[in-house]
């Protein structure tokens, strides 16, 4: 774990002691000295000569546990067999587990829910295929995939490292929504292997969460799926994002008394999520947006060879204005940062529109840190939970499958985005709004129904519901 700081924390080191070479109050002294607190001792297993121990130790900020590790390495008659925390420890044997819905207690049992009555049920699904929603767990769940080639902060560390977040992700859909789902990550990144796969995979779901694929694969990826398939294709690292985003800035305009319609915007990092983030804006009604990359600003004109930024040329910035981010922020009223941290400086706000809002939304490290710009932006969010207004994806996808399922659409569309993000901005009223208080905690209970509520009603609107809840008929 090297220097890795745990502040606040628990840890615990499973340590081998030779007994007749050391005993435990020397060790607990050496780890006293390097700042650790013993809380717990637990023996694991023990002879005569030899006794393995866990030892819980609360760690303060100020205390590097490499200076605790190494203190115990250098120990005579001392193994440093393992170091874990609370965090490892509630990853052991995965995160999620399935459960039956009627337990299996007698031969009874056993025949009606596997052999042979489970066969009726089975021929009932092969005349009328609808009937899988009805008779199997596609009515509620959903297929969380992914190849690992772009986790958030983590880049390209493949399907099995990419596992403990896409399990996180399950948690979330059941803890939020109700929704059952289930984490797979494919050992290809393939474009065309990955759409065959899901392709294959797709009968036992209700919908599919596209997750952590670098672009431009991923455009391919969810534009071919959707078009192939007859369920929701959700990729929420760029759909989610600009739900979220839109979202924000439907209460932000608010505080500045500025219209969607008139105010000129700044996207920084053209790729999935800034291009999403875009569509969404253009599709709820922004007329002026300028997209910039490490070459500048994207504009008509200029020939690129990802036809996604061609796209993007196409269909923004108006003016066609050239130029670097330092240039073409002047008189901007939104700056939207989904690339790097640090690359706004508190001079390019300055040169901002009146009342600028700032979407730093680079993680970790924001495009500008909130505090360097507190004083002249009139609205400020990013992506980490430790500042205020926080653009997190969580307050979008557990509601937006849950309408998606409760109606079974054939599709999430751009109405169905454009009415989720009018519900998460609508669980602030009027009085709560201000400044620092744009967006919903994730834990808002009402977010999940508001935004299942306003998704049904946008796929009844434009044809892509193929069930009306009971509430609607």
């Not at 596992?163 to 929504?177: I, R, T």
């Not at 596209?210 to 959700?234: A, G, K």
Request: proline share 4%; glycine share 8%.
């Amino acid at each position: 774990m090297g220097n890795t700081r745990l502040g606040g924390k628990s840890i615990i080191l499973r340590l081998e002691i030779q007994t007749d070479t050391i005993n435990f109050g020397q060790v607990a002294s050496v780890i006293f000295a390097a700042g650790g607190d013993i809380v717990a001792i637990d023996v694991i297993s023990t002879s005569r000569n030899m006794t393995v121990r866990d030892i819980t130790i609360t760690v303060t900020d100020s205390v590097d546990i490499s200076i605790i590790t190494e203190a115990v390495k250098n120990m005579e008659g001392v193994r440093l067999v393992n170091i874990s925390d609370r965090t490892f420890l509630l990853h052991l044997g995965g995160k999620i587990e399935t459960q039956p819905k009627t337990p299996i207690q007698n031969r009874d049992d056993l025949s009606r829910v596997y052999t042979p009555d489970v066969a009726r049920v089975c021929m009932a699904i092969h005349e009328e295929p609808d009937k899988a929603y009805s008779l199997t767990v596609k009515r509620n769940t959903v297929a969380v995939v992914s190849d690992g080639s772009a986790v958030l902060g983590l880049g390209n560390i493949g399907p099995y490292a990419a596992m403990p977040v896409m399990e996180g992700k399950s948690m979330l859909f059941k803890q939020f929504a109700g929704v059952d789902s289930f984490p797979i990550c494919l050992n290809t990144q393939d474009t065309e292997e990955i759409i065959a796969a899901v392709k294959a995979i797709a009968p036992a779901f209700g919908g599919i969460n596209l997750e952590d694929i670098s672009s431009p694969r991923c455009f391919e990826i969810e534009e071919r799926l959707r078009r192939e398939l007859d369920i929701p294709v959700f990729h929420d690292d760029q759909h989610g994002t600009a739900v979220v985003l839109y979202a924000a800035l439907i209460n932000a305009l608010k505080i500045v008394g500025k219209s969607i319609d008139s105010i000129k915007v700044v996207v920084c990092g053209i790729g999935a999520a800034g291009i999403a983030c875009s569509r969404i804006l253009l599709s709820a009604g922004v007329k002026n947006i300028i997209g910039v990359d490490k070459m500048g600003a994207i504009a008509a004109g200029n020939q690129y060879d990802n036809r996604m930024l061609q796209w993007y040329a196409e269909h923004t910035n108006p003016e066609r204005v050239q130029g670097t981010l330092q240039e073409v922020i002047h008189g901007a009223d939104v700056f939207i940062g989904v690339s790097a941290g640090g690359i706004l400086s508190r001079e390019d706000v300055q040169n901002m529109a009146a009342k600028p809002i700032v979407f730093a939304m680079a993680n970790p490290v924001p495009e500008i840190r909130p505090e360097d710009i507190e004083d002249i932006a009139a609205v400020i969010a990013t992506g980490r939970s430790d500042y205020p207004n926080q653009i997190n994806n969580v307050l979008c996808f557990p509601g937006i499958f849950r309408g998606a399922l409760d109606c079974r659409a054939s599709q999430i569309n751009e109405e169905m985005k454009l009415a989720a993000a009018e519900a998460i901005a609508s669980a602030i009223s009027e009085e709560e709004l201000n400044p620092l208080y744009i967006i919903p905690s994730v834990f808002n209970q009402q977010v999940v129904k508001a935004i299942r509520d306003k998704v049904v009603q946008a796929a009844i609107r434009t044809g892509t519901a193929r069930r009306i809840p009971r509430e609607y008929r």
